[in-house]
């Protein structure tokens, strides 16, 4: 069985090494990793964007599942990109899996970066008057309620870990989950009745 | 047709309003345009993220298409949100549709908001380290390329609107080929052989 490895993790410094270290983790639960391409295409090619999109969409259509890396990236939120592959995953109705290394709620996220004010009907509303969501949630609603309806709730740590990018325990529990939900159903047990009997 | 209003638009203080001046565009164009419930549900419910969440895939379902705002919302991406109901539709294969109100690129917004240095190979990276894509485009790779081969290229002005968050302009550009793209094909003419001839 084969799961897409959706994350932010290809714009690391490292992130060809990242790519095998889940791929590894994957082999070991006895599923196929695939990594998208965007580091193994010639970026100095015109067409090198569209060459990188082809590949990514060809390698979900042959996923059975997508683990992603939903960790909030340059802002309040996960990765677009990751979050494209996430929402076209759960449109083909794939196994969705996904994990976050940031245990704060998107409005506590939001409120850090910028002020946050109530106004007289208890929203939240930020700095240019936009609603801020208050439902609680690791991310916009759509996200965690679209791995809610087709996976499973997203994995977080319970303390922040140390090396946010690097701490693939998260997504070491997503892979197990991915391996129980593909695994394929046990074989019936001969029936008894069926067994041959020697005759006398 | 029915087509799907996806946007951070149902954020704005004047949400509502933005949704009906959406849908008498779309019925200007013999589409019906279903807009995000976010705003017709009691926030004050356990349960109403679930709920918005599902009366927002129930009406991508029964859609035929989308027509993303995709103008860059908390951040240089485009709203996480509406990125997954862009993927989700692309991955059932319907129409994909998107446009920006912001006429710059990815790169340069992600230049405005942080320090960013060109490295040895050529690659831009960010203060984190992180790879910063720089292919040109509006947005990252798997949402503008999404469009491209799900729809259409996404739409976006040549002049900066005065008012990004109201500016329909763009989104009626969407709806105008959304219209054309889905129009049943025209019924075929008589053919002249077939043509009753009186007899005299």
């Given at each position: 069985m084969k799961v897409y490895l959706a994350?932010?993790?290809?714009?690391?410094?490292d992130a060809v090494e990242v790519g095998q270290r889940k791929a590894a983790i994957c082999a070991r639960h006895g599923l196929t990793g695939l990594y998208p391409l965007d580091n193994a295409?010639?970026?100095?090619?015109?067409?090198a964007s569209r060459v990188i999109y082809a590949a990514n969409e060809a390698m979900m259509i042959a996923s059975d599942a997508i683990v992603a890396?939903?960790?909030?990236?340059?802002?309040?939120?996960?990765d677009a990109g990751t979050v494209f592959e996430l929402g076209f995953m759960a449109g083909r109705g794939k196994l969705c899996l996904g994990y976050s290394n940031?245990?704060?709620s998107y409005t506590e996220r939001v409120r850090r970066r910028e002020p946050v004010k109530a106004v007289n009907d208890g929203r939240l509303i930020d700095a240019e008057g936009f609603w801020v969501e208050d439902f609680?949630?690791?991310?916009n609603l759509m996200i965690v309620h679209g791995l809610d309806v087709h996976g499973c709730q997203l994995i977080a740590p319970r303390l922040p870990p140390l090396d946010p990018w690097h701490d693939l325990t998260a997504f070491e529990a997503c892979v197990r989950l991915a391996a129980e939900r593909l695994a394929p159903p046990p074989k019936p047990k001969p029936r008894p009745a069926m067994r041959a009997v020697r005759r006398r």
């Open positions: 994350g932010p993790d290809v714009f690391l410094p295409v010639d970026l100095a090619a015109n067409d890396n939903l960790t909030p990236f340059r802002g309040a939120s996960a940031n245990i704060w609680g949630l690791a991310d």
